[in-house]
T-cell receptor, first 107, second 115 residues
Framework: DAKTTQPPSMDCAEGRAANLPCNHS???????VYWYRQIHSQGPQYIIH???NNETNEMASLIITEDRKSSTLILPHATLRDTAVYYC????????FGQGTELSVKP | DSGVTQTPKHLITATGQRVTLRCSPR?????VYWYQQSLDQGLQFLIQ???????AKGNILERFSAQQFPDLHSELNLSSLELGDSALYFC??????????????FGPGTRLTVL
């Protein structure tokens, strides 16, 4: 599984877009990019995933660069309830979690 | 609500004891994964079962074992417990298909405290 690198923390103003970057330069061709988040000690919550193309669902958008070496998760209108640790994972099958990005959404 | 259930929510036991954690996957999911989250190690993959068979193994100690039953629920057995085994244990399930990525959905976890 490819190693991922994320900033340890980010702040975002409520109502603004939160853009969370992830580097996965060693990703292989059949590995997906997954994003999960964890609020306090709850179970990780699936957000979105993609292989090559950009993806959008009701929670977020995922932008993957053409060379697939990095991606950005976009929460279009962040709310206080989006405060969580966000994990970017590049792999297939088992998930290898890194340290994630602690996103704080502030009023 | 992910559809994955785990029991019990909390478990407090003593060193040297044995416990069993239970997981019921989402309806229709064939794969079950177990993860451990401790303060110093973060979220770590332990083991995966697919339709009753072990599929992948991670950093699972020899004192730990798991199985998946014909009704697809899974149990994680932890024996000879040590203080360092205190952690959150999560179960996740997925359809088990390789196409479109195989999204895992996590349960609420079992918090194990070893005294």
């Amino acid at each position: 599984d490819a190693k991922t690198t994320q900033p340890p923390s980010m702040d975002c103003a409520e109502g603004r877009a939160a853009n969370l970057p992830c580097n996965h330069s060693t990703i292989s061709g059949n590995e997906y990019v997954y994003w999960y988040r964890q609020i306090h000690s709850q179970g990780p919550q699936y957000i979105i995933h993609g292989l090559k193309n950009n993806e959008t669902n009701e929670m977020a958008s995922l932008i993957i660069t053409e060379d697939r070496k990095s991606s950005t998760l976009i929460l279009p209108h962040a709310t206080l309830r989006d405060t969580a640790v966000y994990y970017c994972i590049a792999g297939r099958g088992k998930l290898i979690f890194g340290q994630g990005t602690e996103l704080s959404v502030k009023p | 609500d992910s559809g994955v259930t785990q029991t019990p929510k909390h478990l407090i036991t003593a060193t040297g004891q044995r416990v069993t954690l239970r997981c019921s996957p989402r309806s229709g999911d064939l794969s079950v994964y177990w993860y451990q989250q401790s303060l110093d190690q973060g979220l770590q993959f332990l083991i995966q079962y697919y339709n009753g068979e072990e599929r992948a193994k991670g950093n699972i100690l020899e004192r730990f074992s798991a199985q998946q039953f014909p009704d697809l629920h899974s149990e994680l057995n932890l024996s000879s417990l040590e203080l360092g085994d205190s952690a959150l244990y999560f179960c996740a399930s997925s359809a088990g298909t390789s196409g479109r990525g195989d999204t895992q959905y996590f349960g609420p976890g079992t918090r194990l405290t070893v005294l």
